[in-house]
């Protein structure tokens, strides 16, 4: 029997009463304390692979928590779901599928079976095929349908067809090669298609229609308007192929489109779309750093992947962070984990990881349909620092709610200008230690007598500047970003959130919930654009509706 065919309820499991119990201990830990009272907490609550350098001893953890959740993940069968996973399992149970990302990043000797099938050559093939369109573009021999050399890259897609590729391919900057300009264009929204449109010459752009489906309305859409321009701009039906390639999984409907065949690279249905930017969906990733530096993306990325598989969990990096995110959610009461990367490169990580985790582990069903009995994932937030320090950081040290962050931060700059990087590696390191150590009462009215304050002044403004303290944080440090070690962290993440849903008992790679709104949005559509339909079932909706429609009327 699969293991995900097992209806398990985790809350039963003697290790999470185990945690309960330990929680209460627990209740009274004191970070500062618990660094007063040992010297080698660093070097014992900090670990690297891959590139990657993790401490996570700024957590309300105790060697006693961490084996807990260890045990955790023992009892929850953890270490035979990813065999699964990497074996090829139908781990996806509601759509019946494998979730093979790890293929895509797998030597070519390896044989990963689906149906009977290794699936290996075939995935290596379309790494040929890529290297292929790559090099020709590279050297100007693919060219647009006036002979000029293409200079701009359109990627059409929207969710996992975007926001992984345009979060490596942002962040790999410094290894663009040969000057093709990558843009996104991912909106169902005319000004985002109008902005970039007068930003490029149809006769050198290159549009990539990215979409597994080949059915997502929002990239249908801007497809038809990318060609429509195109045609209007000299461009000829004859020489549309010069002008538009397509990633999918749907050949037909992407023929039906106009595109040649073998300007299709294909898509497999065992990787989910938020887990494919390895895939031909990287395609403008290779386009704009060169297919050797995507190669060692995907080494990075396979390199995680053996760390994880082979592991110990309590020194493996994903299962460690994941279990932590187990801990705060499920024993502290955290709704939402926070993404700080201390890099301009890195600026879209919170972006895409908030697609994969919240779409991966939104769910309240277990893989076997029955009720979760615990919250599953949290919101996924945050953004660049130091930016955020001026803005939501308030709420994260004097807030009332428990947020766990990661701040993610490399040690070498690309672009060293003065002592900027200097100032922002201190910056995130002072965040996360003022979050842990905060200020305490008695500290805050130190600091006011200090600076001459009478009595009744410093009694009245000291709870204002009391902070907690005693927040957690992780703190993940790359000795500068390069495609293996983003790599690397990308396929930690997606490991890590594979971990909590098999410790919920989800299924992490389905997405049913997002279907209900593309559902009535037809219907919404309907009544927005045409003026013999019957009102919608609710007055808010059909209000709203009859608003635009009175706009729009004559
Ligand atoms: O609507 C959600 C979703 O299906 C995501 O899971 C996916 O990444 C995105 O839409 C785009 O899908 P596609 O690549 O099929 O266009």
Redesign the pocket.
């Known amino acids: 029997m699969a293991y995900y065919q097992q209806p398990l309820d985790v809350t039963t499991l003697p290790a999470w009463q185990a945690l309960l119990k330990h929680r209460q201990d627990m209740q009274g830990f004191s970070m500062r304390e618990a660094f007063a009272d040992d010297a080698k907490r660093f070097e014992r609550f900090s670990m690297s692979t891959s590139g990657i350098f993790l401490d996570y001893s700024k957590n309300l953890l105790s060697t006693q928590t961490r084996d807990l959740l260890v045990g955790l993940a023992r009892e929850a069968g953890l270490q035979d779901a990813i065999e699964a996973l990497f074996n090829g399992e139908r781990v996806n149970a509601s759509e019946g599928r494998p979730a093979l990302h790890t293929a895509l990043r797998r030597p070519i000797g390896d044989c990963v079976r689906v149906d009977g099938v290794n699936v290996m050559p075939d995935v290596h093939r379309v790494l040929n095929q890529m290297t292929d369109i790559v090099g020709r573009i590279h050297s100007n021999l693919w060219r647009g349908y006036s002979e000029k050399a293409i200079t701009d890259v359109v990627n059409i ?5 975007f926001l992984g590729p345009q979060l490596v391919s942002e962040a790999l900057l410094p290894f663009t090669q040969h000057g093709v300009r990558c843009h996104y264009l991912a909106n169902i929204d005319g000004s985002e298609f109008h902005e970039l449109a007068a930003k490029l010459n149809a006769e050198t752009t290159l549009f990539i229609v ?7 309305l929002e ?1 249908l859409k801007n497809a038809q308007a990318a060609r429509t321009w195109y045609l209007a701009r000299g461009g000829t039906e004859e020489k549309l192929y010069r002008h538009f390639i397509a990633v999918t999984s749907n050949n037909q409907a992407a023929i039906e489109f106009g595109i040649r065949e073998k300007n299709i690279f294909p898509m497999w249905d065992w990787v ?3 887990y494919s930017l390895w895939s031909a969906i990287g395609l403008p990733i290779a386009l704009a750093i060169g297919m050797s530096n995507f190669k060692e993306l995907l080494s990075g990325a396979y390199s995680m992947d053996t760390h994880f598989r082979s592991t110990p969990f309590e020194k493996n990096m994903p299962v460690l962070l994941a279990l932590l995110g187990v801990w705060y959610g499920n024993f502290w009461g955290a709704q939402s984990h926070a993404i700080l990367p201390y890099d301009h490169y890195l600026r879209n990580i919170t972006k895409h990881l908030q ?1 994969l985790d919240m ?1 991966s582990n939104g769910k309240r069903v277990r893989q076997d349909g029955s009720p979760v009995s615990t919250d599953t994932g949290p919101v996924i937030w945050g953004g660049v620092g130091c930016n955020g320090q001026h803005a939501y950081h308030q709420l994260l040290h004097q807030g009332t709610q428990l947020i766990p962050a990661d701040f993610i931060v490399p040690v070498v700059s690309y672009n060293p200008v003065a002592d900027h990087h200097q100032w922002l590696y201190a910056n995130c390191l002072s965040q996360s230690q003022a979050l842990m150590l905060g200020k305490c009462r008695n500290e805050a009215e130190a600091e006011l007598r200090a600076k001459g304050l009478p009595e009744d002044e410093v009694q009245r403004l000291a709870p204002h500047k009391v902070i907690p303290g005693n927040r957690p944080s992780n703190t993940l440090v790359l000795e500068r970003i390069s495609p293996r070690r983003l790599g690397a962290l990308v396929a930690m993440y997606e490991h890590k959130v594979f971990v909590q849903s098999v410790i919920w008992g989800i299924n992490a790679f389905d ?1 049913w919930g ?1 279907e209900l709104g ?1 559902e009535l949005g037809k219907g919404v559509y309907q009544r927005l654009t045409g003026w013999d339909q019957p009102p919608t079932e609710d007055a808010s909706t059909q209000g709203l509706i009859d608003f635009f429609r009175g706009r729009h009327r004559g």
Do not use: A, L, N
């Not at 897609?157 to 067809?161: P, T």
């Not at 990215?210 to 997502?216: A, L, M, N």
């Open positions: 897609g929207i969710g996992g067809s990215s979409s597994k489906s080949f059915g997502t990239t989910g779309g938020r697609q779409e997405q997002v593309k």
